[in-house]
Nanobody, 125 residues
């Protein structure tokens, strides 16, 4: 059974940090790219960042670069999203997803095969 399980969300003050984790199981981890997406209340889901697990190459939404950093631990089948200097507008449900193969600059528009259940992040001012 394929599973993507996110954790690490919570409620923080603006300026603080959170580390999200996405643990994958049920598929060959290094044959998939893993992405982070988020959906704020009343807004469409947006891509945050993604990583090709076989070589660590990564892509991020320009507006979040420098604050959100994606990384991978292949030994643990886990992808992390380090979020620093959080802002109230970062409040959203954060999801991780898996896409078979490699992704490139058009990563936001590829087919994401599997999704996690999401983890809530609340940032207060």
């Amino acid at each position: 059974e394929v599973q993507l399980v996110e954790s690490g969300g919570g409620s923080v003050q603006a300026g603080e940090s959170l580390l999200l984790s996405c643990v994958a199981s049920g598929f060959t981890f290094d044959e998939y790219a893993i992405g982070w997406f988020r959906q704020a209340p009343g807004k469409e889901r947006e891509g945050v960042s993604c990583i090709n697990t076989n070589d660590g190459s990564r892509y991020s939404t320009d507006s979040l670069k420098g604050r959100f950093i994606i990384s991978v631990d292949n030994a643990k089948n886990t992808v992390y999203l380090q979020m620093i200097s959080l802002k109230p507008e970062d409040t959203a449900i954060y999801y991780c997803a898996a896409s078979e193969g490699r992704v490139g600059v058009y990563w936001k528009w590829v087919k994401w095969d599997y999704w996690g259940q999401g983890t809530q992040v609340n940032v207060s001012s």
